[in-house]
């Protein structure tokens, strides 16, 4: 009876260690199974990823190439409008802030007159000017000791006095605030207007006896007058740079002469140009040269 239990205990003990080994293979052949599934799914997704970089990197080159298209379509319809998107390169640039000068056509005409401009603000500049004329319509005398009359003894100021027999001398002072108007270029260029204070001091010699020219020896009498006035008014310019360092700059304006001194000889002066002597509303123009520093 005990050998009998002996070997049921010994079967039963066959089985289930059978059962057990059964068992680790079927967990052990399970867990291979997961873990192949697992990395074939790892091999998808790295599929898929690869696969969504060649997409981004086709539909980024696409984008490139119809921005491109729209650039040179653009650019085919309206040539200044890809140019305006694209900043100005400036090479060597100079920074101006200065401009001394003169007015050539004064200086050939009835004297010299300079001005000095100097910029205070992004779009602003003051200018200090000032000068010196001196017209001359008077006869000379010959070696004979009398006067000739003849057109040959009169100077460039003769259009300016009516063709009086007179002389006038004078210095100005003049100053002006501009304002440039065009928001694209630097101060000192181009179109401005200029509110301008004028102060004028002249004196003029008149022919008293006109008719001793014609005797020999004869020696004619002068008349003096002096005479000061403050000159307001307003100048329209456009300044042009050229060749780098110079300006040219072409203006006209409208003065109202005041007279300060003077008023009581405005019947005895005849001068039609910017009179001292005389309250009126006159309008210039002129042009100026000048070097920039």
Do not use: W
């Not at 000032?130 to 004979?144: I, L, R, V, W």
């Not at 006109?210 to 004619?220: E, Q």
């Amino acid at each position: 009876m005990k050998a009998l239990f002996l070997v049921a205990l010994f079967c039963l003990m066959n089985i289930v260690s059978a059962s057990a080994q059964t068992t680790a293979k079927d967990s052990i052949a399970l867990i291979e199974q997961e873990r192949t599934a697992l990395e074939l799914m790892q091999r998808r997704i790295r599929e898929k990823q690869d696969s969504l970089v060649r997409v981004r990197v086709k539909i980024s080159e696409e984008q490139k190439r119809i921005e491109a298209a729209k650039k040179a379509e653009a650019q085919k319809n309206n040539p200044t409008s890809l140019q305006s998107t694209i900043a100005p390169v400036v090479i060597n640039k100079r920074n101006v802030k200065n401009v001394v000068g003169f007015a050539p056509v004064q200086m050939l005409i009835t004297g010299f007159d300079v001005f000095y401009e100097r910029v205070i603000g992004k779009k602003t500049s003051i200018v200090l000017s000032g000068g010196y004329h001196a017209m001359e319509n008077f006869p000379k005398q010959n070696s004979s000791g009398s006067y000739t009359n003849s057109s040959s003894s009169t100077s460039l100021g003769t259009a300016f006095l009516g063709g009086d027999k007179v002389a006038n001398y004078g210095v100005r002072v003049q100053l002006q605030l501009r304002a440039y108007l065009f928001e694209e270029v630097d101060v000192l260029e181009k179109l401005y207007i200029a509110p301008t204070f004028l102060y004028k001091h002249d004196e003029l010699v008149h022919l008293n006896n006109r008719y001793a020219l014609n005797n020999s020896g004869g020696s004619p009498e002068y008349n003096q007058y002096f005479a000061e006035a403050v000159v307001p008014g307003l100048d329209i310019g456009y300044q042009i740079k050229v060749l780098r360092y110079f300006t040219v700059n072409p203006f006209l304006g409208f003065m109202y002469t005041v007279p300060i001194t003077g008023k009581a000889d405005a019947d005895e002066v005849n001068i039609d140009f910017l009179n001292p002597y005389r309250q009126n509303m006159m309008v210039r123009t002129g042009l100026t040269v000048g070097f920039t520093f």
